[in-house]
C-alpha cells in the first residue's frame, strides 16, 4: 500500500464495501523519494 500524504482533502476509501473490521498488524515500512510511504501489512 502506498499512502501519498496530503494536508487537506479526501480520497477514495480502500475498503468501502467491507462491512467487518479488518484485523491487520504492519510488518515492514519505507519512503520513496521522500514523499511516498510504502507500508506491508499481513
Not at 479526501?10 to 510504502?38: C, H, I, K, M, N
Request: positive net charge.
Amino acid at each position: 500500500m502506498a499512502v501519498h500524504p496530503v494536508v487537506l482533502g479526501g480520497g477514495r476509501p480502500l475498503f468501502a464495501d467491507t462491512a467487518e473490521r479488518l484485523s491487520l498488524q504492519v510488518v515492514g515500512s519505507r519512503v520513496l523519494d521522500g514523499r511516498v510511504v510504502v507500508t506491508q501489512y499481513v
